[in-house]
């Protein structure tokens, strides 16, 4: 049995021309593949690692399973790695090497389909994000027949409304007449970040990596609001190569054509993917 946990980053509005202060110039929604056999031990170790490193969060209890409660943001992470002082950086750093060494601990795959906004220019954002998942659990359904296993998506929760409509775009596709996405046990699923230790390091992930660098890579020079950080090129530099690693990233004989892993529609400058990792 095989899990993938997902998140996003970013909003789903438009980007202004020129971009307000707190426009958000990328959506990222992205996926962790992981083995259920190696969830507890992934949780266990995630639970130890975020109290060394944020051991003042406020944990409800002394209990130790009571860690998983309160979150790490990766939008704080991505904060304080970009633009907080020595301390901050060193810190966010150091917590950012450990979660990168324990996906590759635990043989965690990761997907992600990247929309980077230009200026002035509709974003529908409904399809955007219905597409965005839609590919994410075909990714899932090739790693899935690559294991010969069966798996489950559990997301991130948002509104009643919105869970609804991206489950029921699944519902469609997998019970029509010529189905998709056999080996999915279920249509995805949809939890609260608190109770989950998988979404919460997909957050960091997604939050604290993933969007930093996607709009540092295809926004800097074209928007210019805290949302682009020069900052963001340390993180490039020293995660890109490992994110490229981590992918799950696959040919696809139909298509003729390799799918799969870090995806990037650039409607800005229509740039590849490969910025992502520093090529």
């Known amino acids: ?18 971009p307000e202060p707190n426009d958000q110039p990328v959506l ?10 190696r969830l507890a031990t992934l949780t266990h170790d995630y639970l130890d690692l975020k109290h060394r490193f944020f051991p003042n969060l406020d944990y409800p209890s002394t209990r130790r399973l009571d860690r998983v409660l309160p979150e790490i943001k990766g939008a704080k992470l991505r904060k304080n790695a970009t ?24 043989d965690v795959s990761v997907v992600a389909r990247i929309s980077i906004k230009a200026p002035s220019s509709p974003f529908k954002a409904t399809a955007v994000y219905t597409s965005s998942i839609q590919a994410l ?24 409304s919105k869970n609804l409509r991206v489950s029921h775009s699944i519902f469609t596709q997998k ?5 998709h996405y056999k080996r999915l046990v279920e249509l995805p699923t949809f939890g609260h970040s608190d109770n989950h ?25 074209h928007v210019n609001n805290v949302h682009v950080q020069s900052g963001a090129s340390r993180l490039r530099r020293r995660y890109g190569q ?32 490969a910025l992502m990792f520093g090529n």
Do not use: W
């Not at 633009?83 to 635990?106: S, T």
């Not at 010969?148 to 509104?159: E, F, Q, T």
């Not at 019970?175 to 189905?179: L, W, Y």
């Open 1 to 18: 049995m095989q899990l993938c946990f997902i998140d996003e980053a970013g909003d789903l509005g438009a980007l202004r021309d020129p």
């Open 175 to 179: 019970f029509s007449t010529v189905p």
């Open 197 to 221: 230790a998988g979404l919460q390091i997909c957050d960091i992930v997604c939050s604290g990596l993933l969007y930093p660098i996607a709009c540092y890579a295809y926004c800097t020079g």
């Open 242 to 273: 490992q994110l490229k690693e981590f992918q799950h990233r696959y040919y696809d004989v139909e298509e003729g054509r390799h799918v799969g892993g870090v995806v990037v529609s650039d409607y800005l400058n229509q740039r590849s993917g």
């Open 137 to 160: 659990c075909t990714y899932f359904e090739h790693y899935l027949a690559d294991r010969d296993s069966r798996g489950l998506c559990i997301a991130d929760s948002r509104s009643k």
């Open 28 to 37: 990222v929604v992205a996926g962790l593949f992981v083995d259920a056999a």
């Open 83 to 106: 633009r907080g002082n020595a301390r901050q950086k060193r810190h966010a750093v150091g917590f950012l090497d450990h979660i990168m060494g324990l996906l590759r601990r635990h």
